[in-house]
């Protein structure tokens, strides 16, 4: 056998090849695969299946607080120096203010939820609540208002902000 025929394509080489090539592609991919799965499993909240029954009483949460026809005018701006000031004015559906809340706006970070924390905010007169507050890091922050009156479901929303 000479050296030209060992490097001669035949239809055994074509086939052998071809199976080495899909045999890698699969192997490559089950590896792709099994590290995806072992390092994020795919759920983002504890318990999903509860989450998605409560998904109800969050349209019934909803309904009620439009309802309420309450007219909240709010402004949450990064003040510099990593600090964040919060303007929120409530007003009842004929236009009142409204004097007897309990406001708290609730922080979050998108990516790391071990630096949440709460600032309550102080009435001001006229429905106008107000807060200033330092944030512990930069970055993408989101921010809950929560709004209680008389011990009834919260008025809610969210913002977001970014802080310098």
Do not use: C
């Amino acid at each position: 056998m000479d050296a030209g025929e060992s490097n001669k394509v035949t239809g055994r080489k074509v086939l052998l090849w071809l199976i080495a090539s899909f045999v890698l592609v699969g192997a490559v991919n089950g590896l792709m695969v099994y590290f995806a799965i072992r390092t994020f499993a795919g759920q983002t909240d504890s318990h999903p299946y509860a989450q998605g029954l409560n998904f109800n009483k969050s349209l019934q949460a909803i309904a009620a607080q439009r309802a309420l026809g309450w007219r909240v005018d709010g402004k949450i701006a990064d003040a510099g120096h990593g600090v964040v000031m919060l303007k929120v004015t409530f007003r009842d559906g004929a236009g009142r203010p409204l004097a007897d809340l309990a406001v708290t706006a609730h922080f979050s970070r998108p990516t790391n939820a071990g630096q949440d924390f709460e600032a309550a905010l102080a009435h001001q007169g006229g429905g106008l609540y107000t807060a200033e507050v330092s944030m512990p890091d930069s970055g993408q922050w989101q921010v809950r208002l929560s709004a209680e009156r008389n011990g009834l479901s919260p008025y809610l929303l969210d913002y977001k902000v970014f802080v310098q």
